[in-house]
């Protein structure tokens, strides 16, 4: 079983630029697509990115396109997501989650079979 741990939220001005991480342990990354997904207060669980298990595959929420960048090192067992230009609405806890699956990219919360704990992202105006 793939254990998730995300790592490198915190606190980061409007316009500013922040690295999350999400490292895999237990099992090799490279089996899964990945995805990373984000939560603020009062809101539902939203779709941020997604990856293939290659990373030859992308895709973005709209509200994030041309500002954050979805990549993967399965070396490394890691996948990453860069956030450029952020805004304050960007604030939320930011999970990655894994799935099995690999016919096509995933963006809906329930074909993620696993999460990680969340690293929380805020951004001040």
């Known amino acids: 079983q793939v254990q998730l741990v995300e790592s490198g939220g915190g606190l980061v001005q409007a316009g500013g630029s922040l690295r999350v991480s999400c490292a895999a342990s237990?099992?090799?990354?490279?089996?899964?697509?990945m995805g990373w997904f984000r939560q603020a207060p009062g809101k539902e669980r939203e779709f941020v990115a997604t990856?293939?298990?290659?990373?030859?595959?992308?895709d973005y929420a709209e509200s994030v396109k041309g500002r954050f960048t979805i990549s993967r090192d399965n070396a490394k067992n890691t996948v990453y997501l860069h956030m450029n230009s952020l805004k304050p609405e960007d604030t939320a806890v930011y999970y990655c989650?894994?799935?099995?699956?690999?016919?096509?990219?995933?963006?809906?919360?329930?074909?993620?079979?696993?999460w990680g704990q969340g690293t929380q992202v805020t951004v001040s105006s």
């Open positions: 989650a894994a799935t099995p699956r690999d016919w096509r990219l995933y963006t809906r919360s329930d074909e993620f079979d696993l």
């Open positions: 237990g099992r090799t990354l490279s089996n899964y697509a």
């Open positions: 990856i293939s298990r290659n990373g030859g595959s992308t």
